[in-house]
């Protein structure tokens, strides 16, 4: 983070330098945008990992960088949750030493406060400028250049954060300054790191340039200005984690050049700051440092500091070793202590006490928002059911879809991944156990857990015990005991190789829901995180989402997103729904298609059976399991093909799709390199080739070439750093969602036999480009927020648009919404004439599996967790997160018209064939 300047009492220790800290930094930038951006939300401090949570170092370099950036956001969002921020959101915050702005963003656009962020560091300043405009929060955040020492607005603000910066301070003169700048009842939150064990001090001190104090340190000078400390949380176990996952991060990048990929951070840096990571994650690990969470509330003038009572430590268990670049005492810069290279990473998980007693009723763990600036699913529509970003814009009338709002338990199950990498320098033997006592000399009072303190305490260190009605391990954040006996997939936190038998039950057995008369889909599996309860949706607790009337993660777009002008009936959900769901997700399973827990559950929060079973709603369930798994393996596909250097990722893309084709039409053709995507991959075309006929075989292949020409042609654009033109991305889009190689599996499950003469006439295809075009411009709106953090932006025809016009995402959004229900007028009026002028029996049924398709998309990814709690704002996918959708029979003004679109003439071909 950047803290404004140190004051004279920090000068001289461990050559801490304060005016050295503004050019650190502006050094630093171009290292912290590479490793932490691209924005606009980029941190520069360490993250927090779920209880017992270590993820595989042994993946794809994005992937751990995913985790890391999670991990960052989940700090955020885990002390606003104990903080209880969203009970009483802020109207004015000050972010002190606010870095390059990333959680002055996150509280103005989860909390709706308007941030001043302070830094110290010029460089900084357009650079979060640039961010607050790309993140739509013009006059949200504000960003002043300044020292919080000579800081002299006086009640100015509601609360005050300062996330790793105030380790720069002295901290007797920031409190001073804090009392006189927040208003009466004011808050001040802080995340940083304390010294437990002296003879650490110089090498952190030395490392991070910065000087670090200790938890008594604190509370004195905030004592002394009249503040009394509320809450303390140690963090210490979940941080520890995110040194391994810098670690891996970091030796990806040396490996990247030593194999010629270059890199803005010189490699002997690399090289340094592996080995001092290594030690980090020991010093994390055995306490010699704690990361805490402390909320102090202003309560009136300078009051005695009596010294707190000596308790016992007792610590949540042994972390594994953690990798956090950005760790003790964050630079003048809001990222992190200077003269650290690369901060660490982890998959942010939550949970741990929850804080209870002031505000009756709250009880229960942080909620579950968090997300990584570069999310693994950012990108538009891959896969063949697409998947790109989302947003959203004002509400409309018509009939509503209920949301789903039922908060369920999350986590990534704490397991020992096979394969993983730890430091060299870590001692295995040495990790904390839950029973460890030994008092640390520097930290009297240190507790593991949440504190509350109440004002009435004895003393700064008395603890109040609160019950939160969770067991003894779950209120101290432990991961079950993990035995060593376990196969590899029990290990994996993944069910056994052996799938059940294929045939799925006759029905489901779910009960329709009376307000909606469909039946709920299937909920997300993710595994319970001792401890931990989402109870919120969309970046959000749920109480504020309700009192926000907020219905989807806030972007660029706005608050809500717009009604969908949608006439065809709602088609329902197949009734065999959650049974083909469990057999495909143990077939995914069986081919070990995701590298880790946290992977898998991202790639159920695809609700790919409420998907499936929504678009084919009616005909034969072992053509409808087949597709389920079709769609695994094509999302796990996605990791194969990143996982080259950035230059080659087109050519991958193409080198691979071309693979793929010819195993399709010529099994057995030995193009495919050993591993599980090629096995299971074997085994898809060779019962798809048992299922389908020569024609229809011939139609999936078809659509299958479709959909892979335009992913490569986006990922072409997308390594040229190019935007598409409206008309150019309009004509490609169609095929980048995977529309034919979908209505494939359709055709074949429902028995539908269009001659080929009819099928691909202009008039059928062109009614066949429009259903697939609509699919894609709702999800374009549905995951708008999943890719708002990318720079330059995603592909997707709000940013299009955008970019076409010269103006802001939201303004261009009613013309998106336009351009969408003209098609949906298209596509709803031609069915019927197409039927009239064609006697054939089967056009309708094809015309009828096109509505459903369209129709049964829309209602799937209103209440896919996987747009409505996108993977940059949350850790890991939240049970029930929904979209609560208004649908209307009416377009938007201006969707009504029917006819060519000037401009456009890939659309205008459908008006055509007429």
């Known amino acids: 983070m950047t803290p404004a300047t140190a004051g004279p009492a920090l000068i001289g220790r461990a050559g801490f330098d304060p005016g050295q800290v503004p050019q650190y930094y502006t050094r630093k930038t171009s290292d912290i945008l590479h490793k932490y951006g691209p924005g606009p939300r980029t941190h520069f401090h360490v993250g927090m990992f779920g209880p017992g949570e270590h993820p595989q170092t042994t993946v794809a370099q994005r992937v751990v960088k995913r985790r890391i950036l999670a991990a960052q956001e989940a700090v955020l969002a885990h002390a606003a949750d104990l903080w209880d921020v969203a009970s009483a959101p802020p109207e004015a915050l000050l972010d002190v030493g606010c870095g390059l702005g990333g959680g002055s963003l996150f509280w103005a656009q989860e909390y709706g406060a308007h941030v001043t962020g302070l830094t110290v560091t010029p460089d900084h300043i357009p650079v979060i400028e640039d961010f607050t405009r790309r993140a739509g929060a013009q006059g949200q955040v504000t960003a002043v250049l300044g020292d919080a020492h000579q800081w002299d607005r006086e009640r100015a603000f509601d609360a005050a954060v300062a996330i790793e910066s105030s380790g720069y301070m002295d901290r007797e003169r920031l409190f001073a300054v804090m009392a006189k700048t927040l208003r009466p009842g004011g808050w001040f939150g802080i995340q940083e790191h304390f010294l437990c064990r002296p003879e650490w001090t110089d090498f952190v001190d030395g490392y991070y340039r910065t000087r670090l104090g200790t938890l008594t340190e604190y509370i004195a000078a905030a004592r002394a200005s009249g503040f009394e400390l509320e809450v303390d949380e140690d963090i210490t176990d979940r941080v520890a984690e995110f040194w391994v996952q810098s670690m891996a991060w970091t030796t990806a990048e040396i490996e990247g050049i030593d194999q010629g990929r270059g890199s803005p951070i010189a490699r002997e840096r690399l090289v340094e700051s592996a080995l001092a990571h290594g030690t980090f994650y020991r010093v994390w690990r055995d306490h010699a440092l704690e990361t805490r969470l402390l909320l102090f509330r202003l309560t009136g003038g300078p009051t005695p500091s009596p010294a707190p009572p000596q308790s016992a430590p007792q610590h949540t268990g042994a972390p594994v070793p953690g990798d956090d670049a ?68 004002g509400a409309g009338s018509g009939r509503t879809i209920p949301e789903r709002t039922a908060p369920g338990e999350r986590t990534a199950p704490g397991r020992t991944a096979p394969g993983r990498t730890a430091p060299e ?181 695809i609700h790919n059976p409420d998907f499936v079973c929504r678009a084919i709603p009616h005909g034969d369930a072992e053509t409808l399991l087949l597709f389920m798994e079709w769609n695994y393996w094509a999302w796990a596909v996605d990791d194969w093909q990143d996982s080259g250097s950035a230059a080659g990722r087109t050519a991958v893309v193409v080198d691979h799709g071309q693979r793929v084709l010819r195993a399709l039409e010529a099994p057995g053709s030995g193009l495919l390199p050993p ?149 949906m007028t298209y596509f709803a009026t031609r069915a019927d004439r197409l039927i009239a002028g064609r006697s054939h029996p089967e056009l309708p049924r094809y015309l009828q599996a096109l509505e459903t398709y369209v129709a049964g998309c829309m209602r799937w990814m209103s209440d896919a967790p996987r747009y409505a709690s996108p993977r940059n704002r949350h850790p890991l996918p939240v049970r029930g997160a929904s979209y609560g959708i208004t649908v209307t029979d009416r377009p938007a003004p201006g969707g009504e018209q029917d006819g060519p679109v000037p401009g456009l003439p890939a659309l205008d071909w459908w008006w055509e064939q007429e």
């Open 326 to 393: 950005p760790g003790a005492g964050n630079g003048p810069t809001g990222h992190g202590s200077a003269g650290r290279e690369a901060a660490g990473h982890g998959s942010a998980g939550r949970g741990g006490p929850s804080r209870t007693g002031e505000t009756p009723g709250r009880t229960g763990a942080p909620s579950g928002r968090t997300g990584s600036a570069d999310a693994g699913s950012g990108r538009t529509g891959r896969g063949p059911t697409g998947s790109g970003g989302s947003g959203s814009a």
């Open 425 to 605: 320098t870590a001692d295995p033997a040495a990790g904390r156990t839950a029973s460890a006592s030994a008092s640390a000399p520097d930290a009297p009072g240190r507790t593991s857990g949440t504190r509350r303190v109440p004002a009435s305490a004895e003393g700064p260190g008395h603890i109040s015990a609160q019950g939160s009605g969770r067991t003894p391990a779950e209120g101290a954040g432990r991961a079950p005991a993990q035995g060593s006996g376990r196969t590899p997939a029990e290990a994996s936190g993944r069910a056994p190789a052996q799938p059940p038998a294929r045939t799925p039950s006759a029905a489901s057995g779910r009960t329709p829901d009376p307000a909606s008369g469909r039946a709920p889909a299937p909920a997300v599996p993710v595994a319970p995180r001792a401890g931990e309860v989402a109870a919120q949706r969309f970046g959000r607790t749920a109480a504020d989402a309700a009192r926000r009337g907020a219905t989807g993660p806030r972007s660029a777009l706005g608050e809500s997103l717009p009604p969908f002008y949608c006439p065809l009936p709602d088609p329902g959900v197949h009734p065999d729904a959650e049974a083909l769901g469990t057999h495909a997700l143990a077939w995914a399973d069986q081919y070990d298609l995701y590298p880790d827990a946290t992977e898998r559950a991202w790639a159920q929060a």
């Open 675 to 823: 591993g599980a995507l090629s096995a299971a991959l074997d085994d898809l075309v060779t019962r798809t080739r048992a299922r389908f006929t020569p024609t229809q075989l011939h139609r999936l292949t078809t659509g299958t070439r479709d959909w892979l020409a335009g992913v490569a042609g986006q990922t072409a654009n997308t390594e040229r750093g190019r935007m598409p033109s409206l008309n150019d991305y309009v004509a490609q889009r169609v095929s980048v969602n995977g529309t034919r190689f979908s209505l494939a599996f359709s055709e074949v499950a429902n028995g539908i036999h269009l001659p080929s003469d009819l099928q691909f006439s202009p008039p059928v295809q062109a009614l066949t480009d429009a259903a697939g075009f609509i699919v894609s411009c709702d999800n374009d709106l549905f995951s708008y927020a999943m890719d708002d953090h990318l720079a330059p932006p995603a592909q997707n025809l709000v940013n299009v648009l955008a970019s076409a016009r010269g103006r802001a995402p939201r303004d261009v959004l009613p013309e998106a919404v336009v351009l969408r229900d003209r098609a």
